[in-house]
């Protein structure tokens, strides 16, 4: 089965039965409307190559140029390593990024599979100045992808890429199927549930960094969900488009753990996957056309500009975002 539409049929599924996080229609309405009205939606869409932290050497005028695997092992490696940032206060994605783009730039061949295999918390901490929280699972997970891309896809990125033809959803099936820290799914009420966050931001990633074109050419792009994580559902708390009960609320404002895998967990991430498919459906609707993973970029963006503002997000440990 199409793993995307899992993703969207799964998530939905547990939005309905939500019993700590409710969608406020009403604000979701207004915020899309504002949206329309106040924006050229356009001008706000994110340019991935634009942000300053990430590193991308293609130049899209030419063709050949769109086929270099070394941003595709940047973002993969980025992609591997994107998760549960929160228990240090001092680091955040963009400190992720930039990090990984100063190593490539002062080792071109850092992220090779063969080198890949070879990671330890040392070199994690070469690569950052720090050590990360749970360096041990970021290392066991950088050697995975190292060993699956040398033992399935003769150590090759481009290959592994090539060989979904040009579909997300075959490409996000294959680096589920090969590396198993990507499987980001859980279960709700006896029922597997599907996020594939990393997996999904990986493909994202590609797409946004190549505009669409060479390794980031996917025909099905549309398919794809936004990315599952804490800084969407924080936006959309304070915008009022979702709303906690009152016992979720008091724990996220305290910042008390939240387990990975419990209900309050899942229904978070649930519940906003299927807001943004629902903004998704309003702007297609008042001809605006966007994507699941524009609409989560531009939330995203909006989150990190209002840091200082926003309250605090959920904090559950996990290796999935």
Not at 162 to 182: E, M, R
Not at 280 to 308: P, Q, T
């Amino acid at each position: 089965m199409n793993p995307l539409t899992l993703v969207r049929e799964t998530t939905a599924w547990v939005s309905g039965l939500s019993k700590h996080v409710k969608i406020n229609n009403e604000a979701l309405d207004k915020e899309c409307e504002d949206f329309l009205n106040k924006h050229k939606i356009k001008a706000h869409k994110e340019i991935w190559a634009d942000n300053w932290f990430h590193y991308c050497d293609i130049d899209i005028e030419n063709k050949e140029s769109t086929f270099t695997e070394l941003t595709a092992k940047y973002i993969l490696v980025l992609d591997t390593l994107n998760f549960c940032f929160w228990p240090d206060s001092e680091f955040e994605y963009h400190h992720l990024a930039r990090g990984l783009k100063n190593a490539l730039i002062a080792n071109p061949k850092c992220f090779d599979a063969d080198q890949l295999i070879k990671v330890t918390s040392e070199t994690i901490h070469q690569w950052f100045g720090k050590d990360l929280p749970n360096t041990s699972e970021r290392v066991r997970l950088i050697r995975e992808v190292g060993t699956v891309l040398i033992e399935y896809f003769n150590g090759s990125i481009k290959e592994m890429i090539l060989s979904a033809n040009n579909k997300a959803s075959v490409l996000v099936d294959l680096v589920t199927k090969y590396f198993w820290g990507f499987r980001d799914s859980a279960i709700y009420k006896g029922k597997q549930v599907f996020f594939y966050k990393r997996a999904q931001i990986f493909v994202g990633d590609l797409w946004g960094a190549y505009q669409g074109r060479g390794l980031g050419k996917f025909d099905d792009i549309k398919q794809l969900t936004m990315f599952a994580d804490y800084r969407v559902p924080q936006i959309l708390e304070e915008l009022k488009v979702i709303e906690y009960s009152p016992e979720l609320k008091e724990m996220i404002k305290n910042k008390v753990e939240i387990p990975v895998g419990s209900e309050m967990e899942l229904e978070i991430r649930a519940v906003t996957v299927h807001v943004v498919e629902k903004m998704r459906d309003y702007f297609n609707k008042g001809h605006c056309e966007l994507l699941a993973l524009e609409i989560d970029w531009m939330l995203w963006g909006r989150g990190e500009a209002m840091l200082d503002k926003l309250p605090p997000h959920h904090r559950t440990l996990t290796i999935f975002y």
